[in-house]
């Protein structure tokens, strides 16, 4: 599986949006882009995926460059709720399909 | 709702006295996996099923075993806990191939193993 790269840290004020960027620069053509949240502790979120094309849904938007090696996820109007971890997983679509691997994410801290 | 639960939630113990962490989901899914998080060292997947009486392990299997007797249910068994399996857990269930599997996680069990 290829790896990623994300900052560590970012913030946020809150209700302008938040874009964290993710680098894959070593995916594959079957890889899938994931990204997750975790909420202090909580069981991680599922917020979007996407392949190449961009996707948006309601609580998100991911961005992919056209040569797929970067990707970047938009929150449109961040709330304080979003402080999070956020983190980019790219995934390959066979054998152990369910297997996530996590990184260390980026913090997102939504500031008021 | 759809959910995945897990019990207990929080857990002491000490060192050699087996546990059972359960953890159960409402969705019909095929695959469930349980993972371990640590502190510098991110979610690592300790053991998976793809379905009924189908399992195999994950990156960090050892001193855990599992059994996946219904769909539902993926019990994870700690024979003899050792400290440094004090963790925070997290179950997780997903459909499997389907080209929006999302992901979910349960609430977590922290685990202390003195």
């Known amino acids: 599986d290829a790896k990623t790269t994300q900052p560590p840290s970012m913030d946020c004020a809150e209700g302008r949006a938040a874009n964290l960027p993710c680098n894959h620069s070593t995916i594959s053509g079957n890889e899938y882009v994931y990204w997750y949240r975790q909420i202090h502790s909580q069981g991680p979120q599922y917020i979007i995926h996407g392949l190449k094309n961009n996707e948006t849904n309601e609580m998100a938007s991911l961005i992919i460059t056209e040569d797929r090696k970067s990707s970047t996820l938009i929150l449109p109007h961040a709330t304080l709720r979003d402080t999070a971890v956020y983190y980019c997983?790219?995934?390959?679509?066979?054998?152990?399909?369910?297997?996530?691997?996590f990184g260390q994410g980026t913090t997102l801290q939504v500031k008021p | 709702e759809a959910q995945v639960t897990q019990n207990p939630r929080y857990l002491i113990t000490v060192t050699g006295k087996k546990l059972t962490v359960t953890c159960s989901q409402n969705?019909?899914?095929?695959?469930m996996s349980w993972y371990r998080q640590d502190p510098g060292l991110g979610l690592r997947q300790i053991y998976y099923s793809m379905n009924v009486e189908v399992t195999d392990k994950g990156d960090v299997p050892e001193g855990y075993k599992v059994s996946r007797k219904e769909k539902r249910n993926f019990p994870l068994i700690l024979e003899s806990p050792s400290p440094n399996q004090t963790s925070l857990y997290f179950c997780?269930?997903?459909?499997?191939?389907?080209?929006?599997?999302?992901?979910?996680f349960g609430p977590g069990t922290r685990l202390t193993v003195l």
């Open positions: 997983i790219v995934r390959v679509r066979s054998g152990n399909t369910g297997k996530l691997i």
């Open positions: 997780a269930s997903s459909r499997l191939q389907t080209s929006t599997d999302t992901q979910y």
């Open positions: 969705m019909n899914h095929e695959y």
